[in-house]
C-alpha cells in the first residue's frame, strides 16, 4: 500500500480500513509512518514509532525541520501533511476539505529558512491531480513568478525546486487574492464618488458577506459576482480589472454610469477563500451548485439581495478554468437583450482576435448554477466569464478591460 493510498483512505475511508481506530489524526500519522515503513505490519491498534519515522512525517497545516519550515497557516493557505525523504527533499501533501469535490487541488504555503538552501519538493494531490502551475513570490506576495514543475505521468504529483532563499518564500497554485485583499480594494472602490458599500448577509461561518453599487438610481442594473469557487483567482483579477474599468472617468463610463447601475458581490464564497478550499463552503457544498435549492447562507444571501436591486439588464459570473471561456444560453431562447451574449462574443473576437474567449452556448437548464437560475428567474442574459488557468496576467488583465467596454456600448446600445 502506497502513501498516497493511505492518505486517501484517511480522507474518505473508516478508520479500520488501515488498522487504526483511535481518531483521524492518528490515523493519518500511523498510516503515513506504518504503510510507508514496512507495508502494513503487525502493529497493535496505533503503537508508538520510533522517534526519528514520527519527526520525518508530520502533519500540516505547519511542519518543522532542522533547517526549514513549511506552513500553510495563513488566509488562503493549504498543507496538508509533510515528509522528509532526504537530506533537502521533502514530500507535500494537499488534501480538500471533504469529499466527493471537484478536483481543483489547490495549494499554498510558505518556506522559511535560516540560510539559503536548494530544496526538492514533490507536490502529492490526494483526490485530485496537478492543475495549477506554480506561482512563487519572493516579497510576501507583491509580485509573482512562474515555478517550473515536473508532473509525474498519472498526474497525481508534482516536482518542484524552489529559489534558494533566506526568509520566506511562497509558492501557491494562483498569486494569492486573500480577503484582506478584497477589503483593500473595496475601501478603494467605496474612495470613489456614487460609490456606495453594504453588508448582505454572512457566510456559513459567520463571515461578511459585501457589496458594492455605483451607477444612476433606478435605472437598469448589470449584476456581477465572484468567488463562488476558491481556487479560481484568475477569475478574481478580472472581475477587478472589469469593476475598475467601468468607474473610470472617460466619457464611455460616464455615459455608461448616468444610465445603468452597477450591483456585484465580489466574494461570495469567503470561507472558502479564507480556508484554502478547492471548491466548497464550510459545509461541504458547492455554493454555485445551489442557486434552486438554497440550502446555503451564501446562495440565498444573493437570491435576497438580487430581489431587491429593481430591472436587471445582465448578469455576469467570473470564474476560472482551463481556457478562457464564455458560458451562454444560446441565441434563440426568449427573454430581454437575448443577443447580448452573441453581441458581446463577436466583438471580443473583433478586438482580440485569436485571444479572444471561446463562446459556448449549451446552455444546461437543469444545473443548478447562478447562469441559470438568474436566466430562468429573470429572462434576462446570464453569463459565466470563465479565464484559463494559464492565462497570463497582463492578458486577463486587458481582456477584462475589453469585456467590460463592450459590455458598456452594448448596453448603451452603441457600436461595439
Known amino acids: 500500500m502506497t502513501e498516497l493510498n493511505c492518505l486517501e483512505m484517511s480522507a474518505g475511508a473508516s478508520p479500520g480500513a488501515c488498522g487504526c481506530h483511535h481518531g483521524r489524526e492518528c490515523l493519518l500519522r500511523f498510516l503515513t509512518i506504518t504503510c510507508l515503513g514496512a507495508g502494513l505490519l503487525a502493529l497493535s491498534g496505533c503503537a508508538s514509532a520510533p522517534a526519528e519515522k514520527v519527526a520525518a512525517f508530520q502533519d500540516g497545516p505547519v511542519c518543522h525541520y532542522e533547517a526549514v519550515e513549511f506552513s500553510g497557516d495563513f488566509e488562503g493557505g493549504r498543507l496538508s501533511a509533510c515528509r522528509q525523504e532526504g537530506d533537502r527533499r521533502f514530500a507535500l501533501y494537499f488534501r480538500p476539505e471533504d469529499t466527493p469535490i471537484n478536483p481543483s487541488s489547490w495549494y499554498a504555503f510558505a518556506i522559511e529558512q535560516a540560510s539559503p538552501r536548494e530544496l526538492e519538493l514533490s507536490l502529492n494531490y490526494v483526490h485530485g491531480w496537478h492543475r495549477y502551475v506554480p506561482k512563487v513570490s519572493?516579497?510576501?506576495?507583491?509580485?509573482?513568478?512562474?515555478?517550473?514543475?515536473?508532473?509525474?505521468?498519472?498526474?497525481?504529483?508534482?516536482?518542484?525546486?524552489?529559489?534558494?532563499?533566506?526568509g520566506r518564500v511562497l509558492i501557491a497554485g494562483q498569486p494569492l487574492f486573500n480577503l484582506d485583499r478584497y477589503r483593500s480594494w473595496m475601501d478603494e472602490l467605496e474612495s470613489h464618488p456614487g460609490v456606495e458599500r453594504q453588508t448582505?448577509?454572512?457566510?456559513?461561518?459567520?463571515?461578511?458577506?459585501?457589496?458594492?453599487?455605483?451607477?444612476?438610481d433606478g435605472a437598469p442594473v448589470l449584476v456581477l459576482i465572484g468567488r463562488q469557487h476558491p481556487p479560481e483567482i484568475p477569475g478574481a483579477i478580472a472581475m477587478q480589472a472589469f469593476v475598475n474599468r467601468l468607474l473610470e472617468d472617460d466619457p464611455l463610463a460616464v455615459r455608461f454610469r448616468q444610465a445603468f447601475r452597477v450591483e456585484l458581490i465580489p466574494v461570495l464564497n469567503p470561507d472558502g477563500v479564507a480556508l484554502g478550499h478547492w471548491r466548497h463552503n464550510t459545509r461541504g457544498v458547492d455554493v454555485n451548485r445551489d442557486w434552486g435549492p438554497f440550502t446555503q447562507a451564501e446562495s440565498r444571501a444573493a437570491r435576497d439581495w438580487m430581489a431587491q436591486l429593481g430591472d436587471l439588464a445582465v448578469a455576469i459570473d467570473f470564474h476560472g478554468t482551463r481556457i478562457d471561456t464564455l458560458y451562454t444560453q444560446p441565441d434563440d431562447v426568449p427573454g430581454e437583450r437575448a443577443g447580448f451574449p452573441r453581441d458581446l462574443s463577436e466583438a471580443l473576437i473583433r478586438h482580440l482576435g485569436a485571444r479572444a474567449p471561446k463562446r459556448d452556448a449549451a446552455h444546461n437548464p437543469d444545473l443548478p448554477t447562478s447562469k441559470t437560475w438568474i436566466h430562468t428567474t429573470y429572462s434576462i442574459p446570464a453569463l459565466t466569464y470563465e479565464v484559463g488557468d494559464a492565462t497570463p496576467l497582463p492578458e486577463i488583465d486587458e481582456t477584462a478591460r475589453v469585456a467590460a467596454e463592450v459590455t458598456m456600448h452594448l448596453l448603451l446600445e452603441e457600436p461595439a
Open 138 to 166: 519572493l516579497d510576501d506576495g507583491e509580485t509573482w513568478a512562474e515555478l517550473e514543475a515536473t508532473p509525474s505521468r498519472e498526474g497525481k504529483r508534482a516536482t518542484i525546486r524552489p529559489p534558494a532563499a533566506a
Open 200 to 216: 448582505i448577509g454572512a457566510s456559513e461561518a459567520g463571515r461578511e458577506i459585501e457589496a458594492i453599487s455605483f451607477g444612476a
